[in-house]
């Protein structure tokens, strides 16, 4: 039997968000020096929890606890856009490559936000019987 079949790794929003992860990790190299203790770290603290929240909040039983966790992944995903947001005003990469990081950071918020939409729907389902 496949053990991650009905893992939080088999949800389409943890994959996208440990590729986000990645990015965020590959920007965390590109760093000078000087921030290896500050935005550095602070990129990669954050990078971690986005995933940690989701895979945490599968392994709820309860619907809203899963999406209080899930809440909490988004907004590690809105701190990680002001992360790069200081990258952009301190130009320690190209303006392009970090606008685009910003976007799939953005697109990962609309994935987060419809697996809680999602998991609402199964919530009033199962209060209701349907």
Known sequence: MDETKY???SLEVYKLAVEYRKKLYELA????TGEKYNLCSQLKRVAVSITNNIAEGHGRYHYQENIQ???QSRGFVEESIDDINVCVDEKYAEYNYLNKLKEEGYFLIKKINGYIKYLNKCKITRKTGD
Not at 29 to 32: G, Q, T
């Open 29 to 32: 190299k590109k760093l000078p």
């Open 7 to 9: 893992s939080f790794e």
């Open 69 to 71: 966790f899930l809440r």
